[in-house]
């Protein structure tokens, strides 16, 4: 089977992951897919504020910007990984806590105690916390470069089953003992709840222990109820926008103002999971993106960024066990960790085009080493054309041919190729081929039909 690298116009690289061992018993919650109807209102019923920065979509840009690549984080102990909300800094471990420069992929660790990452409180500021200090728990933010610790002026509430901090606030659950929700170190609700994400001034949470009611606050205050459509497992909010997922293939989101929205892209037999919310763009432009994980029944599994809503973005070929998303000033930074703690991160400049997610399933059964972005076949145009592809990591070159004869070689970087070619020689109809050659010395030929006008 082909592994299908990346459907960009952009070079986007793939970090292929190793199947490894299970992931720690105490792991975040999965996810799964609801859409319900609200039920309640506290707040005003009003959506987030377009203008106010959120985790990797800030008013402005500045400095340099990011550099785009791919790496694997040397850290084997690179779970659940936070990336900071300008897309510098990526947070990861459990039951030790550290950080990776996207810049410099310098590592560091910053609590070697048995600390577990509580999320970047801002850009500047990781929240943590560490278990068995003194009897109890305490809570710590630590700042890059140099990541010096203090302690926070309130831990007595921050001990918790699971935790989530963006754009100055935090939550956190405590499951047994009472059950408490705590946001910004009050407690909201105690006897029921779980699985807490914070975004701006939003908080969503579980109401209820088995999971059949999603609970949504503005500053605290409850602002919506919505019952699931089915049992959920895991529920997160971006500005608002909930996204929430199940044992069943199906992903669901609701906006602001409680629409529901099927968000699923995965064919029949794969499980759509571990999504996410992420903006592309500044300011009041901003517009949300998902990202989520398609797990299949036996075969590979894919990675799928995509707007909300929509059915054509990106595809990568390997999957994660924990993700965390973030554009900042025209690159999105993707960090997963594989189901045995290996980090992998992915930066890539915000495509110009996006792949069709319509026929995953028939990209999944194409055979070769390489795969067509821009022409599609079928497609028409004159001149000097801009032939774009993917090529799995294996490849070494891709030769483009015009009806089985070679006019030149692509430039292939991070999984990409690229090659300009003059159709003035050329008139109707003709083939245009990308020949692969692997590390092995074998070939793969990609055809496609192309209309010269």
């Known amino acids: 089977m082909k592994t299908l690298l990346l459907a960009l116009v952009v070079a986007l690289p793939s970090a292929a992951l190793a199947q490894e061992d299970e992931a720690p018993a105490e792991a975040a919650e999965g996810g799964t897919s609801l859409g319900g109807a609200g039920i309640g209102q506290g707040a005003a019923d009003t959506g987030p504020t377009a203008s106010r920065s959120s985790a990797g979509s800030g008013d402005s840009c500045t400095g340099p910007a990011l550099p785009t690549g791919k790496f694997t984080v040397a850290e084997p102990n690179g779970w659940f990984p936070k990336v900071s909300p300008d897309g510098e800094w990526i947070a990861y471990g459990f039951g030790k806590v550290g950080a990776v420069s996207v810049r410099t992929r310098a590592e560091k660790v910053i609590d070697p105690r048995h600390a577990f990452t509580i999320g970047w409180l801002r850009p500047g500021t990781l929240m943590y916390d560490v278990d068995g200090v003194a009897g109890g728990t305490q809570g710590f933010f630590a700042s890059p470069p140099a990541f010096a610790s203090t302690r926070m002026p309130d831990d007595s509430l921050v001990a918790g089953n699971a935790h989530a901090a963006a754009d100055g606030h935090w939550a956190g659950y405590l499951a047994g003992g009472g059950f408490r929700m705590v946001y910004d170190g009050k407690v909201v609700q105690t006897g029921n709840g779980g699985s807490p994400d914070v975004s701006q001034d939003w908080l969503v949470h579980f109401a209820t222990n088995d999971n059949q009611l999603i609970r949504v606050r503005r500053g605290g205050a409850i602002y919506r109820d919505y019952v699931p459509k089915y049992p959920s497992t895991q529920v997160t909010i971006t500005r608002g926008y909930v996204v929430y997922a199940g044992p069943g293939k199906q992903l669901h989101g609701i906006t602001p103002t409680g629409q529901d929205v099927d968000l699923t ?22 517009k949300p993106w998902v990202a989520s994980v398609m797990w299949p029944n036996s075969g590979p599994c894919f990675t799928m960024l995509r707007p909300w809503g929509k059915k054509a973005g990106i595809v990568i070929d390997d999957c994660a066990s924990g993700m ?10 993707i960090a997963r960790n594989s189901d045995k703690g290996r980090l992998n991160v992915i930066t890539t400049p915000v495509p110009t085009a996006l792949q069709s997610m319509d026929d995953i399933a028939g990209l999944l059964a194409k055979d070769g080493m390489t795969t067509w972005v821009q022409p599609s076949s079928g497609a028409s145009g004159s001149g000097a054309v801009r032939l774009l592809g993917t090529a799995v990591d294996a490849v070494k070159r891709v030769d483009i041919l015009v009806n089985l004869k070679k006019v030149g070689t692509a430039t292939l970087a991070h999984g990409a190729w690229v090659y300009e ?18 590390a092995d010395g074998k070939t793969a030929r990609d055809t496609i039909r192309f209309n010269v006008k």
């Not at 892209?265 to 901003?286: D, I, M, Q, S, T």
């Not at 965390?324 to 930074?333: L, P």
């Not at 003059?422 to 020949?435: F, V």
């Open 265 to 286: 892209v995965a064919p029949p037999g794969y499980l759509e999971a571990g999504a996410k919310v992420f903006f592309v763009g500044r300011g009041a432009a901003a």
């Open 421 to 438: 070619l003059d159709t003035s020689p050329y008139h109707g109809g003709i083939n245009l081929s990308a020949l692969a050659t692997g």
């Open 324 to 333: 965390s998303v973030v554009e900042h000033c025209g690159v999105i930074v």
